[in-house]
């Protein structure tokens, strides 16, 4: 029987996108869409209004002509409440299972039967050490019950759920292979920018930063007293290199942008400078979420971090039919698919990291 593929829905505070691919080994693209979503209605990755995003998610399937009947869909979950956690399991009389299950109640310190969890084995940094290290990965049930919620109202079924980090990882193995060397994915979205950290093709660690792109937009109208719709504009305008913006922005996405990477030092620098894993210096860094292509924010990651910085392309590997897609518009925008690329890459069954 033929099945087929997750659809891949990335629902963000700015914006749903949706991504469709096919095949195995080589991927094709078949469809791609985004809708943008209200102020209010995703809180830090949250579902506040339900029947809003339900109404998105459902224009967004028929504009792309594909019917929700009996889909399922691969999520993934972003906000404070993912959590995450490297853990060492040693020897003991209790199955791996139970030696996971103390662990969880001990690194998240909340009531199992409030969240939902799941764990991957790691490689180990020091082959002779005995303990086996693992990640833990856990999101409170009702966040999980809302999202899988909303699709039941729109007519579809949860295949796969994970956290943005691990599709945007999977998104980069998929497209530039495995890294040796540990290497940053800075995700600059609306509210938050995440800051993934890989080593050796492995997620070692993550940090969220409350700086990103809402944040640029905030400074564009506090400075010049407009409301947010020509605030982005503007933003995107000088970052396009439009000569029509005011002078006072340039300023003010050169200030927002030193905060940004100075966060983005300290979380390299402290990763680096714990010692929990002997990774060696950072040897670059690869931007991917709406704000990545912000003005001159590549330019300043490079001169901090003395490292290449570049913009991940989610499509490099993907075969995508130009009769069908304005390549184009996929160079510029592509940028805005790294997590919906990554979930559209998981199929029935697959682990979440």
Known sequence: MFKRPLIA??????????????????????SMGMELVPAGAIVDGNIANAEVIADLVRNLLKRLNIS???????????????????????ASENTLEEQIYYDVQQHFQIDQSEIYYDYALMT?????????????????????ENYIGMLHTVGM??????CDVFSVSNMFEYNYGVVEALTAIVNVGATVTQVALLFRGEYVYTRDVSIAGEEYSRKIMDAL???????ELLKIGASLGSKDVPPE??????????????????TVDYFIQSGDIKTGALSSVFLTGGSARVLGLDAALAAVLQVPVQVINPFQR??????KFNMDTLMQQGHLYGVAVGLGLRAIGDRSA
């Open 249 to 266: 922005i340039g300023p003010i996405i050169n200030e927002i942008n030193e905060q940004l990477v100075s966060e983005v030092h300290l």
């Open 157 to 162: 079924k949860a295949g796969v759920i994970e």
């Open 124 to 144: 180990a940094d020091n082959p002779e050490v005995k303990e086996t290290p693992v990640l833990l990965v856990g999101s409170k049930r009702e966040l999980v």
């Open 9 to 30: 829905i990335d629902i963000g505070s700015s914006a749903v996108k949706i991504v469709e691919l096919s095949g195995g080994g080589q991927k094709k693209l078949l």
């Open 225 to 231: 007293g407009c409301d947010r719709p020509n605030a």
């Open 318 to 323: 993907v075969d995508v039919n130009p009769k």
């Open 68 to 90: 929700p009947r009996g889909r399922r869909v691969a999520l993934s979950l972003g906000g404070s409440s993912v959590l995450m956690k490297r853990a060492l399991i040693g």
